[in-house]
């Protein structure tokens, strides 16, 4: 039976219902709207203006309706007396297929088709720091190697602690909290579930992360390079495909990685689409600062420069730490939740539909001997480029439409044209050297720092 809202409301004491939904650029959009009007709202939704938000719309066109998803609802545990509830945009009766959540929704029934699910767990890395940006916000946390630092983490005890809270009771399976491989850096493990759910708890964490941040006076980052000396902001992608009787299609114990054929075809589809993913999976100007970065003060990026897998090496695009799934180490801080998961199964169906072989596991250390590897396809140097591979993608065209891929691509230049037109405001946060790629822009910091 459809669940009611409004008797959520009675039974929970809820007073306000958050309706939201992202837009193109991941920016979450709401309106508060009194549990009295949820019943109406459930049925009819919210009305949006998609023309004020990272929309391909026009100021001319009609409302949009944020219908929400009664089965996202989440009851926010700081602050109980309000429900966050995710919605599907619709448009003269129609879903809007140009909107993030309405394309994860397309791929998924696609790929049900086949009898197949998505279930994924993701890994949000994120510095905490000062609230006008400038630095970290522990101006102790200094280690040239600072990962899993005890006195570094117990330091921002009550506030991971206060968000760990929260997912526990929210049901998520917490299980892990750690200082990251940057100063200032931390990251938070919950489990893994259905690619919608993961999205939409992905959405909320950061969310999340933000407001229980700025309540001990600080602030979150999830940008991909907030800091050019240090490890960027990554956002691991574990996957796994199963069928409606709850196999994991992708294992396979015979295996040498423990993966079946299908695992290794899915793989193939992402690695054969990764040039074009790269413009949703990393779609700032800031990420590109991150793939391809030169070493950090830690020793090491953590973020790929080729299209490669192997298997428990962190220094490859694809990792395989365990049989019957595969960790995809491309995305970062900034990309879409949902554009996240929908262009996995995209690009994955496809593996699927042609077979693709992903070649052998590579087994070397990439951040120092990737000039032994012969033929490893590069990951693209900037916003423009992989714009470019988007538009050339005939299999992401294909699986959402070629509108659907030019409104981005559309919404994308624009942003890319007001950096361009910004640039000699260029300030870093250290000191510029002669190459701009050496720097974090102003620019960058106002825009991204809050992605
Ligand atoms: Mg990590």
Known sequence: MAINLAEIAKKKKIKYFLISYVDFFGVLRSKLVPA????????????????????????????????????????????MDVGWLAADLWMDG??????????????????????????????????LISPNGDSIADQKDIADKPCYDQSALMRQYDLIRGICDSMIMLGWGPYQNDHEDANGQFEMNWDFADCLQTADRHVFFKFMVRTLAEKVGLRATFMPKPFIDKTGNGCHAHLSIWNKKGKNLFLDKKDKLGLSKTAYHFMGGIMNSAEALTAWFNPTINSYKRINAPVTDSGATWSPNTITYSGNNRTHMIRVPGSGRFELRLMDGATNPYLLQAGMIAAGLDGLDKKSNPGNPVNVNMYEEAHKVKGAKKLPLSLNQAL???NKSKVLKSAFGKDVINSYITLKNREIKKYNSSQEKRIGFKKSKSNKSNIITQWERDNTLDC
């Open 36 to 79: 009295q009007s949820i019943k109406e709202m459930q049925k009819e939704g919210a009305g949006f203006a998609g023309f004020s938000t990272y929309l391909d719309m026009s100021p001319s066109d009609p409302d949009m309706a944020a219908i929400p998803d009664p089965n996202s609802f989440i009851q926010l545990p700081w602050q």
């Open 94 to 127: 129609k879903p809007v297929d140009a909107s993030p959540r309405i394309m994860l929704r397309n791929q998924i029934n696609k790929l049900a088709k086949k009898n197949m699910h998505l279930k994924s767990g993701v890994e949000c890395e994120y510095f």
């Open 388 to 390: 470019n591979n988007l």
